[in-house]
């Protein structure tokens, strides 16, 4: 079998005109009055072109980790850089809305939180807020990712019959999307135990959260809570007890799922969460924070 | 597209006559004067087929649930109905010959182990036998097997098309495998949280297990640990500290892979173990039990 | 690994109300005057369901083999059974809009083709008609399928252990789609060869179209020829000579797709044809075909 | 996600020492006084190697197509470049043991066939020498392959996201293992039409070839034909009338197998070949070829 020519432009058909492309630079930004500019690069080429963007008046969805933490000195302990932007580190909006929707409505920077965190911080910060988890006894998030988390660049990793038929754990304790999570989730290191996997799939991420209440609980206290928290966020949906989806339940959707099981003898409590890591996980995300920085209606375009 | 017909049987080449089959009674393992039978059954079936077999003079290799529990009380909580052999129960040697290398030498019946506890024993039981654990703290494992662990029988569950691109998890906390874990490396249910989960290939399970150290460790320490623990043991293999392979390398096989990764500021502890679920899960154990049981070397056929 | 119960329904988030669902009877059609009916059964349950709704008042799509080859002898030979309504037989308008766009409009019976033949005939026909095939050699045509296209019901041969990492022929020459081909592009069954395969995949149709030119001829022709044939039609995309694309660029769509490479000297043309076995190949052209019985715009919620 | 590290090398458990490795030079080959050498690499590296290996003494089995074609012209018609070995051209044995055993036996120098006319050539060549088809109206070889096929190097045409789900078409009627089809079946260019597919798996090759008998004939005829030519070559499979294996029968395996089925009334003929890429596709066979080539038996090692 031959190479075929590797080509990173897909065929179009004879009728396809394409689309109309404004050349990326901040004389054109500014020439077009672009309201808004999403990034999608590398940490280090986002954080430098931001401030151009937003001088010639447009607001920027950064959907890199270059704005997601809050200092310096973090920045440079998990992404082994100096940050050189460091006002508008403490300037940016962590575009979680659940969360910060009022802090993203207003911000001229969202910075997109990372795939794996959305998923962790929807179902972590609830509950320590609520104080239903023991933290002593610490949070394990057993996170599984498709494979289009890694990005479209070929890699030997990313390879067909690399993965095909296969799985992998990877960043133990140490990938870079941890601090996100401590941050938005007030949690200490030691409270927090992430481990992240490669499925053979091309989307979806389910992260498997253990924990202990901190007294005696139910599942259907912690679905309550949850519900509570998220009264008037339309994108988390909630299960009855016992009751987990599967990732074809999320796919192609902006939804973060969320099911629960409780042992009410042991006090052990197992959360699942599940997103699509290039929805709510990435582009179906920028768009929900899109559509609160320009005033439209939070779920437009993605229900 | 049109539904083909089913069969059980695949399409075989004109010049293959088949395997020589003795009919699976007792009278023709008496006729056979078979040394040893295998038992791939329901565990209902198993349990009862096991007499006759004993007494028309073969070993038994049971791969089925019925006689891995100790007390018939145990077998009663975990598959819901009542043990009719508890003498056999009493006696019969499980078979991990990792553990149990002696009693499994001299023993008419071995039960052939779970595949999630034979991955989780593994690396669990030299750890906690070592003191290494902090028990309090609990030990989390999450699972995660292809989809051949679910039997051939053909189910919606099972189906391709609600398995490929996908990922679920299933027996949150409630696995009937756990006791297994449980009764083998020594640990009170309150102390072990399992779930598993479906990974869209045909074969192989991983293991992540989290642990807190019960005092300053090291990963040399514990790998030190297994490679004590394992001696004379063909089928364990170690890899240096923060190594980790993947599911290719154990798939068809009859190893269990285990890596170690620690956190030294925090005790934070994961062990990763891999097995073919097929094969050190199940049928190469069986055979790895025969070896021993026949007075073979025990890695015969094997390695 | 144990078995998980298996259930036909997926789990529903707490918020999701369902559907609203009427009755699947004549009479409930009939008090709700239904405008229209789809019957997604088996041939001979769609058979005999068509006239009740039809006296109800109803449209009736049929995505079932029932209605769609036009004599009872030959619905006889390749389903192997009687026609029980061959007045509606006669009746039935074949539910390609490509072909028969105004024939559908007037239909009370709108038969839904087969996923091959919706391929097979958007590729076949415009060239058959304007003479450019040289009959006498033949027209192969070689199918590979997803393995939705199978149905849901659970089998041995749609099982993911059976069908992942795999591939396999089946139906060869004799597919009871193959007279939906011959009658709506005008062929006879010698000249006609066409073969099935079943893909690891969820869903999509490829068939590779094998023919020698009638004449001298060249790939723009080949194109040409269509384009002039599709003018009007907005599903059928057609693409510059040499170029095909793959599966990903239909699937979830409407669309069918048709490449074309064409030798000169030796006359020898590939056409390559494009569906979503679900959408084009099923759901999407019976929506197509609502649109037109209804009188809706054609493309409405499809593109 | 974050990007996982690059390598070349998979983890390797701590007791595995590795095989030992002789530098691949003439000299290092001279002195260790090699028997054979298989070469592995691009054909203008293969073309040039070989004649130094040769002076060291070394049988040479080359997998690249350099040596595949009989004349300068014809490779440089499909390989785009100057044959600068022509001498070497002219010697080399085709590695085909099925058709040239004794010449391989008595060879300094074996060309390894291409995995697609492996299986082509196994498949036609015994019709085409025994008369069986209607040349006139030409063979149709629709191909399928793994993507191992296409070499471990990274690309984003063998990216798992490009690949899963996915389904693809290339080199239509123009792929460079045409030619090793033409001149081991002796078939003229426009008698036979070839196109290749992208199948996603690691892993096999299925061709469906389709031709028209050149009189009235049988499944039973052309399987004698083939049982008759296969005697005493133990890599050939046949299979019953109509019966036809799937990729799980061959992957794995040096085996060829072959499934037959005839329409009499029309005398079209369907003829399916399948192969493991890997092994009768290239390493296999090379190892096959060695046995012969150092007078060991043809199966050793293989069976």
């Not at 607001?59 to 933490?69: C, F, P």
């Not at 799985?167 to 870079?176: G, M, N, Q």
Request: aromatic content about 8%.
């Amino acid at each position: 079998m031959e190479h075929r020519s590797d080509s990173e432009e897909r065929p179009r058909p004879r009728s396809d005109s394409g689309h109309r492309r404004i050349p990326c630079t901040f004389e054109a930004a500014k020439d077009a009055k672009l309201d808004v500019v999403f990034l999608a690069t590398q940490p280090e080429i986002s954080m430098n072109l931001t401030p151009g963007f937003l001088e010639a008046g447009a607001k920027v969805i950064d959907l890199s980790g270059a704005y997601r933490l809050r200092t310096p000195e973090n920045y440079k302990r998990w992404y082994k850089a100096d940050h050189e932007q460091s006002a508008l580190l403490a300037e940016a909006a962590y575009g979680l809305p659940e969360f910060y929707r009022e802090q993203i409505k207003s911000a001229r920077l969202v910075s997109n939180p990372g795939c794996y965190p959305t998923a962790a911080n929807l179902a972590i910060r609830p509950l320590i807020q609520a104080g239903l988890v023991d933290r002593a006894a610490g949070i394990v998030c057993d996170a599984k990712s498709g494979v289009s988390g890694a990005g479209r660049k070929p890699s030997l990793k990313t390879s067909f019959c690399e993965v095909t038929e296969n799985f992998s754990v990877y960043s133990i304790l140490d990938h870079r999307h941890v601090p996100e999570v401590l941050q938005n989730s007030n949690l200490e290191e030691a409270e927090f135990s992430f481990t992240a996997h490669l499925l053979p799939i091309e989307r979806g991420i389910l992260e498997t959260i253990y924990f202990r209440a901190a007294k005696d609980s139910s599942a259907a206290e912690i679905i309550n809570t949850y519900e509570k928290f998220y009264q008037g966020s339309p994108f988390v949906r909630l299960y009855d007890p016992g009751v987990v989806p599967d990732l074809h339940a999320v796919q192609h959707t902006n939804f973060c799922d969320i099911g629960v099981k409780y042992d009410a003898p042991t006090r052990r409590a197992v959360v699942v969460s599940l997103i699509d890591n290039l929805v709510k996980g990435a582009a179906g995300q920028a768009v929900q924070n899109m559509n609160l920085v320009l005033g439209f209606a939070e779920h437009e375009g993605l229900l």
